[in-house]
């Protein structure tokens, strides 16, 4: 049987492949021989994807809650995923697939590609999130989530290691310190970040046990991947580019949208959900990480801007503040807590 010159020149392609990795090509032809035609269950992994949600209780919608924290880690993968291509200056594959390293220059469109993506996401993830709003029984969700001390949302890594890649530290430290540790060292910020301050027992000052277990966990992989990401940070690469590129409409409106997403749009989705479930209008509940949350969800309170230098001073003095109140007003008033 004659072979198309097509694929003679595919083989003769294969053959060089593996003669440069010291491989011989008639095994690898072997093993095709041998092999089976993938399917769409083990190639997704669907079984073991499954398997993963495991409740502690018999109420049926605490699934909702597992799978859509679960579907919210993976989208945050993603992010992460997009964020490091960028950070890493995007990765080259040879048309043949092979991976040919990190380019070394910064591509103007690429960068605004991923970005473009990475906001998707959270618009996804912020336009999804009246699953968890609404889609759970209220009287379920009280009763469950006593099960399920001290865990919270609020252990979530991945978000956090999104923030240490998306900008320089300095604009992430507890508002009140953040002017004077301004010029300090990465891991100086990092011990102040806002997040330690905010999982604080009130009454004593003391750390919630949620926070304790995380920095037990995590916070020594936080500093490394500060020392990691802080050089090449989204911001850094932003500043980095040539004065006419930092001006592109485009790659500005992407930032900013990114800035607003993570800071203001989905905290506050998240913040609207909390209230839904915990707000009683008097002595409201406690989020499972016991922090004091109607004062530090919120994302007036936080006022976390990755990009300060992109906004006004109005924008950034009133960062997320119309729509907190909103919020509050709302939701007071459907229960019928208004202040008096
Ligand atoms: C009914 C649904 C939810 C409620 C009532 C809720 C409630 C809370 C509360 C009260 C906190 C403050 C910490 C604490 O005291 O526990 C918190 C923090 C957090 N939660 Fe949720 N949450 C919900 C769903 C989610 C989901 C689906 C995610 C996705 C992973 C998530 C991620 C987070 C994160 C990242 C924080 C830390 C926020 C920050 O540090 O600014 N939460 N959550």
């Given at each position: 049987m004659e072979l198309p010159e097509s694929t003679l020149k595919k083989i003769k392609i294969l053959k060089e492949k593996y003669a440069s990795i010291g491989q011989d090509l008639d095994s690898y032809l072997d093993g095709l021989i041998y092999a089976n035609p993938l399917t769409y269950w083990d190639y997704i992994e669907v079984?073991?994807?499954?398997?993963?949600?495991?409740?502690?209780?018999?109420?049926?919608?605490?699934k909702i809650f597992i799978v859509y924290h679960q579907i919210t880690e993976l989208y945050f993968s993603l992010i992460s995923h997009e964020i490091e291509q960028i950070c890493k200056n995007g990765k080259n594959i040879s048309e043949h697939g092979e991976d040919l390293g990190w380019n070394s220059s910064l591509d103007l469109a690429f960068f605004i590609e991923r970005l473009k993506r990475v906001?998707?996401?959270?618009?996804?993830?912020?336009?999804?999130?009246?699953?968890?709003r609404f889609g759970m029984e209220k009287e379920q969700f009280?009763?469950?989530r006593m099960s399920l001390l001290s865990a919270s949302g609020f252990q979530t890594a991945s978000y956090r290691y999104i923030?240490?890649?998306?900008t320089?530290?300095?604009y992430l430290v507890f508002e009140d310190q953040r002017?004077?540790?301004?010029?300090s060292d990465i891991h100086t910020q990092l011990d102040n970040i806002y997040w330690r301050r905010g999982a604080i027992v009130e009454d004593t000052g003391e750390k919630t046990l949620t926070l304790r277990d995380f920095e037990n966990k995590y916070l020594e992989d936080f500093h490394e991947f500060a020392d990691?990401?802080?050089?090449?940070?989204?911001?850094?690469?932003?500043?980095?580019?040539?004065?006419?590129?930092?001006?592109?409409?485009?790659?500005?409106?992407?930032?900013?949208?990114?800035?607003?997403?993570?800071?203001?749009?989905?905290?506050?989705?998240?913040?609207?959900?909390?209230?839904?479930?915990?707000?009683?209008?008097?002595?409201?509940?406690k989020g499972t990480g016991g922090t004091n949350w109607?004062?530090?969800?919120?994302?007036?309170?936080?006022?976390?801007?990755f990009y300060p230098e992109l906004w006004s001073e109005q924008e950034r003095e009133e960062w997320g503040k119309h729509w907190v109140d909103a919020v509050f007003a709302d939701h007071l008033k459907k229960e019928n807590h208004l202040p008096k």
């Open positions: 079984d073991a994807l499954l398997s993963l949600q495991k409740p502690k209780t018999d109420f049926p919608d605490e906001n998707k996401y959270f618009e996804a993830l912020t336009n999804s999130f009246d699953i968890m009280t009763k469950f923030e240490i890649a998306c320089d530290l300095k002017e004077s540790l301004f010029d990691k990401y802080q050089p090449i940070n989204l911001w850094k690469k932003y500043k980095a580019l040539d004065a006419n590129d930092q001006k592109n409409e485009q790659l500005v409106k992407e930032l900013r949208e990114l800035d607003v997403n993570v800071n203001i749009n989905w905290p506050l989705v998240h913040f609207r959900t909390a209230a839904r479930y915990l707000a009683t209008g008097k002595g409201d509940e109607q004062k530090y969800l919120p994302p007036h309170f936080q006022r976390r801007i």
